[in-house]
């Protein structure tokens, strides 16, 4: 996802200008279109930004799914679009999403359907939702769509949580294994040393290297720092160029273990998003464009929006996602079934559910792996350090007997 300034013009006539985040510029120019739009001038804007002072422009998944509740909850008792929002937004006046409704409100008074003016704030409200709000628009069953997508949040919610407690305990063993060997090379190792100066035998070669390493442990502890940072905002930078960040998500594709994981994530996200703007009326295309614009894999990207293609030139959906192998074959050969039948978004719903599967049996596999391995890679380096440090007292024992 690559950030991209526009000039747009409005059907009363009124200049606007801005800034999205947006998959490709044709993806954003075939999205503000859609909305009735007249584009101008897109281009693409080279950001470079230091991480730790970049604004979180994103609300929540947790706010997000309690604004779905509340909303659908609120139309279902009768009230109306304006009349729901303004109650919601009453009580969450002080958060940042309040502050988008009342804005929103304001649109909606002038006559703007919900869906232009939620579309307006891509930085807060994804394209999943706002496509999900056209729907309702048309449909006349508001409620209905977004109580889909309203689902779909959940379950996203909950993989994201699934892959976050995976990934905890193995991080909080690594940064409790830096603090142990800090504080041993800082003030435990330098007692030896000087406990060692008096010696007039010579010390181990083992015991020099790492006395000479904790000689110098600031200053490798300090390059060590700047290198990572170095590295990370390298990273930040060529993962904001559309070139640098399709290789950078080819690369984490491929990486053992990890791959399969990062790959069958994107399956789910793409086969739920499907399965959810189907069900709820969208149209196949209208669908898959706005998968593009939702996933975070431009590896993928690149396919959905090549089947996409595909799809608009006539082509099956079956034959366009083994064509450029958006899905492996055996989702294909179900989607496949799904579209003889006519039960496209139930068959997506049975795709995720089995990836989702398969996704939960990986994770499992690789904590079973990682923390044991963890543990002994921690247990092996420490007792390495203490029998170095021990050794010239193992050769003054020798020497005495």
């Not at 409005?10 to 007249?38: I, P």
Request: some cysteine.
């Amino acid at each position: 996802m690559s950030l991209y300034a526009y000039k747009i013009l409005t059907e009363n006539g009124e200049v606007r200008q801005g800034e999205v985040v947006s998959a490709s510029a044709d993806a954003l120019r075939q999205s503000l279109m859609e909305q009735g739009f007249l584009v101008q001038k897109i281009s693409r804007k080279h950001q470079f930004t230091v991480p730790l002072l970049q604004r979180r422009r994103h609300i929540s998944l947790d706010e997000l799914i309690i604004f779905n509740q509340e909303l659908i909850a609120l139309l279902r008792a009768g009230l109306t679009i304006p009349e729901s929002l303004t109650l919601i937004q009453g009580q969450a006046e002080s958060s940042r999403l309040g502050q988008y409704l009342k804005t929103i409100l304001k649109e909606i008074k002038n006559g703007v359907s919900i869906s232009a003016a939620c579309a307006q704030y891509p930085d807060v409200f994804e394209k999943l939702f706002v496509s999900s709000l056209r729907t309702g628009e048309k449909t006349g069953d508001m409620a209905g769509v977004l109580e889909r997508y309203k689902e779909y949040l959940i379950k996203r919610n909950e993989l994201k949580k699934k892959i976050a407690q995976a990934l905890a305990y193995p991080v909080f063993l690594l940064i409790t294994f830096s603090v142990i060997m800090s504080v041993m090379f800082a003030f435990v190792v330098p007692r030896f040393v000087a406990l060692y100066a008096d010696f007039s035998t010579a010390m181990p070669t083992a015991t020099q290297i790492l006395f000479e390493f904790v000689k110098h442990f600031p200053f490798y502890l300090a390059a060590g720092a700047v290198s990572l940072v170095l590295v990370w905002l390298t990273y930040r930078y060529l993962n904001s160029t559309d070139e640098g960040g399709y290789k950078i998500d080819y690369v984490k594709c491929k990486l053992p273990l990890f791959g399969n994981i990062y790959v069958e994530q994107t399956y789910v996200q793409i086969t739920r998003t499907l399965a959810t703007l189907l069900h709820a009326g969208t149209s196949l295309v209208q669908a898959m464009r706005a998968v593009a614009e939702s996933l975070n894999n431009r590896v993928y990207i690149r396919k959905i929006e090549t089947a996409t293609r595909l799809v608009e030139e006539g082509n099956s959906l079956a034959n366009a996602m083994s064509e450029t192998a958006l899905l492996p074959p055996r989702a294909v050969g179900m989607i496949k079934v799904g579209e003889a039948t006519g039960g496209l978004d139930a068959m997506f719903d049975s795709v995720t559910q089995f990836y989702e599967g398969q996704l939960d049996i990986r994770l499992r596999k690789l904590m079973s792996l990682i923390e044991p391995a963890l543990m002994l890679l921690m247990g092996f380096l420490v007792g390495t350090v203490i029998i170095v440090m021990y050794l010239p007292i193992f050769g003054m024992a020798n020497i005495l007997q």
